[in-house]
C-alpha cells in the first residue's frame, strides 16, 4: 500500500495540479466547467486529497443559496417582470442623454443585484437599440425640420426596434423575433451619435457589473467568498459571520458609490472637454421618452403571475435580511443555534414558484362542482376545450433545467474543491509564508495591492476562478501578519468583479462587445479610469465603515492557534466523517 507523501512533496503535487487547472481556466482550451471537474481527477491521483473528500467539496451551503436565488430570477426572467422594472425607470428619467443613460444604468444596477447580470445585459440590450434608434429618428427629423410637429401630433413612426418591443405579454414569455435584437446601425452617422452608442453600451455592461457586488449572491466571486470563508473560519473552530444581511452593509453603499462615478465618469467619456465646459452637446430627446412611455403603456397593468413572482422575490429579500440583524435577534433564533442559513429561505421561495399557480384559481370549480359536473368537464375537454380547473404553475423543471447556469455551479464547486486541496496540502500557508515579506507596509496597503493585482487579473479570466485563486491564499497571508483574515479577503472578492477593461472578462461585456457599438479600444478607454477608482472605493469603505462593523482591527485569539494542528484535527475530523458515511446503506 501506497504511504502518504511527505509535507513538501503534498504541497509540490497541490501546486502542479493548480499549475495544470490555471493554465486551462485562463487558456480556455476547455471549457471553464469542463476544467473544473479536473480537481476529482488530479488531487487524488497526485496524492493530495482523497477522492471522497474532494467530490464532497462540489456542493456546499453557499451553492444551495446560489441555486435557489438563480431558480427565483428565472421566473422574474420568464414573467418579464424584470423588463417591466427596467421600461418604468426608463419613464421616469427626463428626455436629456445624461438622464436617459441614468435611466438605463439604474434598471441594471438593480436587477444584477438579484439575477444573472448576463441575463440582466441580454435583456437591456434590445432597450438600449430602441432607444438609439429614436435617438437617430429625432435627429434625422430634426435635419429635415419637421421634428417639432411630429412630437406635438404623437404620429412619429415607430423604429424597428421600438415595433418589436410592442409584443403581448403571452409574446414576450416565448423566445422574441430576431428583429428584437436589431442593432441600430452606426453607418454614415457623425461622431457625436457614434460616442453616444458608445457610452450608451457601456452604462449597461458597467452597471450590470457593479450592481453584483451589492449582495451576496449577486455575482460569483461573492458566493466564491462566502465559501471559502465559512470553510477557512471552521479550520480553526469558528464562524466567518459572513450573511446576506451583513453584507449589505459592505456591499450596498460600495455599490451605490461606484454606480455614481461611472455615471459621472461616462459623462465626461461623451461629452469630452465640453463637461467641463459652457458648450454642452444636445440636451434632450423629447420623442425617446414619448416612445418609452408608450412601450411601458403596452404591458398593460400588471398580471396575476407577475405579482406572485413579485412577492415570492420580495418575501425572498426579507427573509435574508431578517434572518440574522444582528442588532436584534431574527427569525433563525427559533432554531438551534447554526441550523439554518440563507439557502433555507432561498430553497424555499424557489420551491414555492413551482406550487403557485400562474393564474387566479377558479375557486368554485375546484371546491364546488359536483360529480355530474366533473363528467361534463371531461367531455368538454374531450371536444379540445381546456380545463380551467388545470393549474399551470409559475415555473416548471424544463424552464429551470433548461435556463439554469449548471456550467457556473460546476465552476464554483470546483473552485471549492480547489481550495480545500491548497488548504489540506498546506499549499495556502507555504504561499502565504513567502508573502510575509510584504509586513513592511501597512495591513491596508496591503489589502490595496491584492485588490489590485487580482482587479488586474479578472480581466483577463473567469472572475468565479480568478476569486477561488487567490482567496485562500491572501486569507492565509492575512493570519501569517496577524491581521483579521476578512479585511484581505472582502476587499480582493469584491475586486474580482471589477473586468471593465475587455469584453473576455465578463459576458456582459462580451454582449454589448457583440453589438457592434464598441471596440477594444473604446472598451479599455471608458473601463480604465472605472477599474483603478473603484477599488480605490473598496479601500476607503473597508477602512471607513466596513472595520468597525465586522470589528477587524485584531485578529480573533482561534486564529492564534497552532495552524498545523487545526489542520491535523480538521482532517482528522473530515476522515471520521467520510469513513462513518461510507458504512451508511
Not at 432597450?127 to 438609439?132: D, G, V, Y
Amino acid at each position: 500500500m501506497a504511504s502518504k507523501l511527505s509535507p513538501y512533496l503534498e504541497v509540490a503535487s497541490c501546486a502542479y495540479g493548480i499549475l495544470v487547472i490555471g493554465i486551462f481556466w485562463v487558456t480556455e482550451a476547455l471549457p471553464l466547467a469542463v476544467t473544473s471537474l479536473l480537481p476529482v481527477l488530479l488531487f487524488p491521483i497526485l496524492g493530495v486529497v482523497p477522492v471522497k473528500q474532494i467530490c464532497a467539496s462540489y456542493f456546499k451551503e453557499t451553492l444551495m443559496l446560489f441555486l435557489g436565488s438563480l431558480i427565483v430570477a428565472m421566473a422574474v426572467e420568464k414573467w418579464n417582470l424584470h423588463r417591466r422594472i427596467a421600461l418604468r425607470a426608463l419613464t421616469l428619467v427626463g428626455p436629456e442623454p445624461k438622464m436617459l443613460m441614468f435611466g438605463t444604468m439604474l434598471p441594471c444596477w438593480f436587477l444584477s443585484m438579484w439575477m444573472s447580470n448576463t441575463a440582466t445585459t441580454a435583456m437591456m440590450v434590445p432597450i438600449l437599440n430602441a432607444i438609439l434608434g429614436q435617438i437617430k429618428e429625432s435627429r434625422r427629423m430634426d435635419m429635415n425640420g419637421d421634428a417639432e410637429h411630429k412630437t406635438m401630433t404623437g404620429k412619429t413612426e415607430n423604429s424597428t426596434e421600438l415595433e418589436a418591443l410592442n409584443t403581448t405579454d403571452k409574446e414576450i414569455e416565448y423566445k422574441p423575433e430576431p428583429k428584437y435584437n436589431q442593432v441600430c446601425r452606426l453607418d454614415n452617422e457623425d461622431e457625436d451619435f457614434i460616442k453616444l452608442a458608445k457610452t450608451f453600451a457601456l452604462c449597461i455592461a458597467f452597471s450590470a457589473n457593479i450592481g453584483g457586488i451589492a449582495t451576496l449572491t449577486g455575482t460569483p466571486p461573492n458566493i466564491v467568498f462566502k465559501g471559502l470563508a465559512d470553510s477557512l473560519f471552521n479550520d480553526y473552530g469558528t464562524d466567518s459571520g459572513i450573511t446576506f444581511a451583513n453584507w449589505l452593509v459592505v456591499g450596498f453603499p460600495l455599490s451605490v458609490i461606484c454606480l455614481a462615478f461611472c455615471w459621472l465618469w461616462l459623462q465626461v467619456y461623451y461629452e469630452g472637454k465640453g463637461f467641463f465646459t459652457c458648450k454642452k452637446k444636445r440636451s434632450s430627446f423629447d420623442q425617446v421618452k414619448y416612445h418609452l412611455q408608450k412601450e411601458y403603456n403596452s404591458l398593460g397593468p400588471m398580471t396575476f403571475a407577475e405579482c406572485i413572482v413579485l412577492v415570492d422575490f420580495l418575501t425572498l429579500a426579507v427573509l435574508w435580511v431578517t434572518r440574522n440583524p444582528q442588532f436584534v435577534p431574527g427569525w433563525s433564533a427559533l432554531f438551534p443555534d447554526k441550523y439554518v442559513g440563507d439557502a433555507c429561505p432561498a430553497v424555499l421561495m424557489a420551491v414555492l414558484l413551482f406550487v403557485l399557480p400562474s393564474k387566479p384559481p377558479n375557486l368554485w370549480i375546484i371546491f364546488r362542482r359536483t360529480s355530474n359536473q366533473d363528467q361534463e368537464l371531461g367531455d368538454e375537454n374531450d371536444d379540445g376545450e381546456e380545463d380551467t380547473a388545470t393549474v399551470v404553475p409559475l415555473l416548471d423543471w424544463e424552464t429551470v433545467n433548461r435556463k439554469m447556469a449548471w456550467g457556473v455551479i460546476i465552476l464554483m464547486g470546483g473552485g471549492f474543491a480547489l481550495a480545500d486541496a491548497c488548504s489540506a496540502s498546506g499549499l495556502s500557508e507555504w504561499v502565504s509564508e513567502q508573502l510575509v515579506v510584504l509586513n513592511v507596509m501597512p495591513p491596508w496597503a496591503i489589502a490595496l495591492v491584492l485588490a489590485y493585482i487580482i482587479a488586474a487579473a479578472t480581466n483577463i479570466t473567469s472572475n468565479a476562478a480568478t476569486a477561488t485563486l487567490f482567496l485562500p491564499i491572501v486569507g492565509k497571508l492575512a493570519i501569517q501578519l496577524e491581521t483579521h483574515p476578512l479585511y484581505f479577503m472582502i476587499p480582493c472578492a469584491i475586486s474580482a468583479s471589477f473586468a471593465f477593461l475587455l469584453p473576455v472578462g465578463i459576458p456582459p461585456n462580451a454582449i454589448v462587445f457583440a453589438t457592434g457599438y464598441l471596440s477594444i479600444k473604446d472598451m479599455m478607454i471608458g473601463g480604465s479610469v472605472i477599474n483603478v477608482v473603484s477599488v480605490l472605493f473598496v479601500s476607503l469603505a473597508m477602512n471607513a465603515w466596513a472595520n468597525p462593523f465586522y470589528e477587524l482591527y485584531t485578529l480573533p485569539e482561534a486564529f492564534r492557534k497552532d495552524p498545523i494542528t487545526m489542520t491535523t484535527e480538521t482532517m482528522l475530523n473530515s476522515s471520521l466523517i467520510y469513513n462513518a458515511s461510507s458504512c451508511v446503506c
